[in-house]
């Protein structure tokens, strides 16, 4: 385009140029054969020229205007053929991607449904492990594992006899599990010697030797849950009642059977009354007369302000306990004969027999005293500032209904001076607890026992005597972990009256001479789980 207009302007311009620029001869033939040529004609030429001139000018600049719309116009060009390039190469790369894509795809599909079909199996042959594993927790979740294991060393010293010191470990293991809807039951095992129920330590001695262990606990309760109020336990089994050590060791679990009547009661001061029936079964005998305890219990729980206090009162009968004197053994340990009693005489205290005895008309080993506890407990705690740190007071006076009212010389002869001997009391005070880690508790606890207050084959093991026994105890416990406790105690007592028979006296103490104090350390580390 630019081109034909070139060639439309160049004849104008000659045309007009030839016209301008005729040879002199022909302007003079012209001239002549012409009028004169006045100013107004040359202005018209001039203006005729210089309209011709604007026309070249508009021309030109049509021209160049043009021209750079036609360079726009290849730029253009250009610039959308190279994109048109980079679609096609881009469209080429998706397609070949797509078709990659779509191999992939095919692949995964095929694996995928591999997959799929593995599943499948797995989720049939795991369905019955599932429904196997289901029953098992389904067993296994309605049980309840716990124990310890207590390692302690156990140093005693009194004046004129050899100090002692043994390293000493107890194992419990118990599970306890729901049986039913309205039934718990458990058992458990425990190291110790086998004929002595008062206590589980085994000393570590005789040569690397194994330890026993035995059936500690094992029992079934009837719980309804309809009747929550109501608890009927048998078997062998832990303490159900308020007690302190001094009616029973605390490693003893009783046999037997145990009705619990308990109420919780929606009052401000008054938040629960228990009431329960106790038959233990201490020997059966074939063709005789049983050994065995009857009693009853009766409790309440009230609240004052910061202060909580549980009274109790109970009243447990042994029936015919002149068997624990002649009841055979074979434990040296458990056999014990106590003073002005039939030579071979084995009696059952594995601490020692410190009750009065006699020989009966019939020369067979027999108590003086029978024995009917009437036991009243009062157990208080009371909240301070210091949450971590409560005051805890237990306080307990116990008398033996049956105690006789001449108990015997050490000679066994009949002493008409030496007044009752069947009381017990004491009270054990102390400052802090035991529940959560770095929690510790210190405290003192005193005991006055009486010789026939209670039977002596199943008393506190850990006392300088079962009985006729004045006794004082410090300690302190320090919980390490959330299940490890650490703690100290310091034992120091001494006979009450030595003048009495079947009394413990240290090496080289007459009869009726003050006993020096026997002192006992223990140091005792536990793990519970």
């Keep these: 385009m630019k081109s034909a207009l070139k060639w439309c302007v160049v004849p104008l311009l000659a045309t007009s140029l030839l016209a301008q620029t005729a040879t002199p001869k022909k302007k003079a033939a012209a001239k002549a054969a012409q009028p004169a040529v006045t100013m107004e004609d040359i202005q018209s030429l001039r203006d005729a020229l210089a309209a011709q001139q604007q026309q070249i000018q508009q021309l030109k600049q049509q021209?160049?205007?043009?021209?750079?719309?036609?360079?726009?116009?290849?730029?253009?060009?250009?610039?959308?053929?190279?994109?048109?390039s980079d679609a096609q190469q881009k469209a080429s790369s998706a397609e070949t991607a797509a078709v990659e894509?779509?191999?992939?795809?095919?692949?995964?599909?095929?694996?995928?449904a591999d997959v799929q079909t593995t599943l499948t199996n797995n989720a049939l042959s795991s369905q019955d492990e599932q429904k196997r594993m289901s029953s098992l927790e389904g067993i296994v979740g309605r049980f309840r594992f716990s124990g310890d294991?207590?390692?302690?060393?156990?140093?005693?010293?009194?004046?004129?006899?050899?100090?002692?010191?043994?390293?000493?470990?107890?194992?419990?293991?118990?599970?306890?599990?729901?049986?039913?809807?309205?039934?718990?039951?458990?058992?458990?095992?425990?190291?110790?010697?086998?004929?002595?129920?008062?206590s589980s330590n085994e000393t570590l001695t005789s040569y690397f030797e194994r330890k026993t262990i035995g059936l500690d606990r094992g029992y079934i309760t009837y719980n309804p849950v309809a009747h929550k109020w109501l608890s009927l336990t048998g078997?062998?089994?832990?303490?159900q009642?308020?007690?302190?050590?001094?009616?029973?060791?605390?490693?003893?679990?009783?046999?037997?059977?145990?009705?619990?009547?308990?109420?919780?009661?929606?009052?401000?001061?008054?938040?629960?009354?228990?009431?329960?029936?106790?038959?233990l079964t201490v020997n059966e005998v074939s063709g005789g007369t049983d050994a065995y305890a009857l009693g009853g219990q009766v409790s309440a729980k009230m609240q004052f302000g910061p202060w909580s206090t549980t009274p109790s009162f109970l009243i447990l009968n042994w029936n015919n306990p002149n068997q624990l004197l002649t009841t055979p053994s074979s434990s040296t340990a458990a056999c014990q004969a106590p003073n002005s009693t039939p030579v071979g005489t084995c009696g059952f205290g594995p601490n020692g027999i410190t009750n009065a005895t006699y020989t009966d008309g019939n020369g067979k080993a027999a108590f003086w005293s029978g024995y009917e506890y009437a036991d009243f407990i009062i157990n208080n705690q009371i909240k301070t500032p210091w949450s971590r740190l409560p005051v805890n007071l237990i306080g307990e006076f116990l008398?033996?209904?049956?105690?006789?009212?001449?108990?015997?010389?050490?000679?066994?002869?009949?002493?008409?001076?030496?007044?009752?001997?069947?009381?017990?009391?004491?009270?054990?005070?102390?400052?802090?607890?035991?529940?959560?880690?770095?929690?510790?508790?210190?405290?003192?606890?005193?005991l006055r026992q009486e010789q026939d207050s209670v039977l002596s084959s199943f008393a506190e093991s850990d006392q300088r005597a079962p009985t006729n026994v004045l006794q004082h105890r410090i300690y302190g416990m320090w919980k390490v972990r959330a299940n490890t406790v650490a703690s100290v105690t310091y034992w120091r007592g001494r006979t009450l009256n030595s003048y009495l028979q079947n009394s413990r006296r240290g090496a080289g103490v007459a009869v009726g001479q003050v006993e020096p104090f026997y002192n006992r350390f223990q140091f005792d580390l536990v793990y519970s789980f």
């Excluded at 009052?267 to 228990?274: I, M, P, V």
């Design 63 to 84: 021209l160049q205007d043009k021209d750079a719309a036609w360079q726009q116009s290849q730029q253009q060009l250009q610039q959308a053929q190279s994109a048109a």
């Design 101 to 112: 894509q779509k191999d992939t795809v095919s692949k995964l599909s095929s694996d995928l």
């Design 149 to 198: 294991v207590r390692v302690r060393d156990d140093s005693a010293f009194q004046k004129g006899t050899a100090d002692r010191n043994r390293p000493r470990i107890r194992v419990r293991l118990g599970i306890d599990g729901k049986l039913g809807e309205d039934f718990v039951g458990g058992l458990a095992l425990a190291t110790g010697t086998l004929l002595d129920p008062t």
């Design 235 to 239: 078997g062998k089994f832990a303490y």
């Design 241 to 279: 009642w308020q007690r302190t050590s001094v009616t029973g060791d605390s490693d003893i679990t009783p046999e037997g059977f145990n009705e619990k009547f308990s109420f919780d009661l929606h009052s401000k001061n008054f938040k629960n009354f228990t009431a329960q029936l106790i038959q």
């Design 399 to 446: 008398r033996n209904l049956k105690a006789a009212d001449h108990p015997l010389d050490s000679t066994g002869a009949v002493a008409t001076n030496l007044g009752s001997q069947a009381d017990e009391y004491g009270f054990d005070l102390s400052l802090g607890q035991t529940k959560n880690k770095n929690d510790v508790q210190f405290g003192y606890a005193w």
